[in-house]
């Protein structure tokens, strides 16, 4: 057996900044500190903050006035921050900037009167926080063609749009397509606004798939980009599962491979790859692990101050 390693995997530069962000300012004021929503999408790295006495919150008025709270890295509606004002809570925003490029986008559309359709999933947190941005009259959420078919809007009028940031690529190209064939008058912004994090480590889950004869996801399973991870495998036919952490691992399913792919979603500690790749050592004979550096080491992020 050999073990591939993707070569764009884990921590992305707005994760980065974000759990660094919880990391200083719980050294700095310490506890009571709130968190608006799961800081990333990962269920150790809030774990890890939980028994360090962080309280997650996803009502902002469940947080007491006054009170300490950073909003994730997903984002948030202008709402919740207008609500933190009125309650005078000390916040700190650890929205990717990335994010806040979309966010940017969304209201400037809106602020036009143009119709902004944002593509992406509905529940996801960052859907959420970047419908707030929209005039809910010139809102439209897409996730897939038939909502575009079904779009409430004259074929006629300005409609621009956006996507959150961690969808597929291909997926998405096929959605602008027909929101290009439907309305002439489409406004392009971006082509997407998928970000280098996301298209990166789908890249490398591909390349993975050239050599392996299954690939593993590292990432909790409300992940949006780690579940992308898996599907960009599974759609070129190659054998894909997700898991949280080791203890999901099931060595049956890698028991007659010879070529492991593993990679990880852009929210996933780097330790964690690192144990499952151990305990796939421990229990196979491994001839080796091939890895490659990452191509994204120098991206970091504007820190807010705290
Ligand atoms: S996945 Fe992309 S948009 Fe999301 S935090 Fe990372 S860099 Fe930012």
Redesign the pocket.
Known sequence: MEIYLAHAQGF????AR?IEIVDKVLKKYGIPLFVFHEIVHNTFVVEGFKSQGVQFVDDINDVPDGARIIFS?HGVEPSVVARAKEKKLHFIDAT?P??ETVHRQALKLSAEGTNVVLIGHREHQEIIGTKGYVDPKLLHIVENLEDIDNLPIDTDKGVGYVTQ??LSPDDTSLLVGRLKERFPKLIVQRSNDI????QNRQDAVKELCKVCDIVIICGSSNSS?SNRLKETAQKLDVESFLIDSVDDLDMQKLSKKERIGISSG?SVPSSIVFKIVSVIQNYFSVKKVHSESTPEAKIVFVFPEI
């Open positions: 992305c530069a707005g994760v974000a890295a990717c990335l994010v940031t961690t970000c280098y994090a996301t980009n852009a």
